[in-house]
């Protein structure tokens, strides 16, 4: 079973949509992140959060200790946001603190 | 700041032959990571160092292996490449290891035929 799994795999929208990317995992956690590859293969940090929620922009990230889960959304939802977008966990369990990766959300916004 | 950088950014090598990919970070950063990523999997940790001085393995280590130079530079090694060593590498670093943001370097696209 993977530690980190994430929904959808692949997800397709309109511009201007509203979009959720969910993270759920099953390990204690110490912070949760969310980042962001390009299509280039370039990787950026969105958000580090283990608590409640972070916004930046158009992006929103939430997280729900209790129910180990997490959620990014993307409000007004434009192309340039099209890329794959990774959760990540910080397990100080089994890992020593390093990052356990999920699998990344696919996303693909057409104009 | 150039951030992280890596090199080179495509490699093609033949089954057996070795190369280094070298990683630098300009950022003071204490811990460094080397990753690899494949088609239909999660980022994996395969080598990783807390602090300058020490290096420590990942979850896939196996025939790699990798040198901390400096507080900049942190350099992952193939002796004997391998085709299951096809894959996209990544370095990262941060200012700790663990909770905090990581940066991530361009990427090295590998190639073992």
């Known amino acids: 079973k993977n530690e980190v799994e994430q929904s959808p795999q692949n997800l397709t929208a309109q511009e201007g949509e509203f979009i959720t990317i969910n993270c759920s995992y099953s390990?204690?956690?110490?912070?949760l992140h969310w980042l962001q590859q390009h299509p280039g293969g370039g990787i950026v940090s969105l958000f580090m959060?283990?608590?409640g929620k972070k916004k930046h922009g158009r992006l929103i990230a939430t997280i729900n200790i209790q129910e180990k889960h997490s959620s990014l959304h993307i409000t007004a939802s434009h192309p340039r946001d099209s890329a794959v977008y990774i959760c990540?966990?910080?397990?100080?369990?089994?890992?020593?603190?390093?990052?356990?990766f999920g699998k990344g959300t696919k996303l693909s916004v057409k104009p | 700041n150039a951030g992280v950088t890596q090199t080179p950014k495509f490699q093609v090598l033949k089954t057996g032959q070795s190369m280094t990919l070298q990683c630098a970070q300009d950022?003071?950063?204490?811990?460094m990571y080397w990753y690899r990523q494949d088609p239909g999997m999660g980022l994996r940790l395969i080598y990783y160092s807390a602090s300058e001085g020490t290096t420590d393995k990942g979850e896939v280590p196996n025939g790699y292996n990798v040198s901390r130079l400096n507080k900049r530079e942190f350099s992952l090694r193939l002796e004997s490449a391998a085709p299951s060593q096809t894959s996209v590498y990544f370095c990262?670093?941060?200012?700790?290891?663990?909770?905090?943001?990581?940066?991530f370097g361009p990427g090295t696209r590998l190639t073992v035929l």
């Open positions: 990540a966990v910080s397990d100080y369990g089994g890992s020593q603190g390093n990052l356990i």
């Open positions: 990262a670093s941060s200012t700790r290891q663990g909770t905090d943001t990581q940066y």
């Open positions: 959060l283990s608590s």
């Open positions: 950022m003071n950063h204490n811990s």
């Open positions: 390990v204690g956690i110490s912070a």
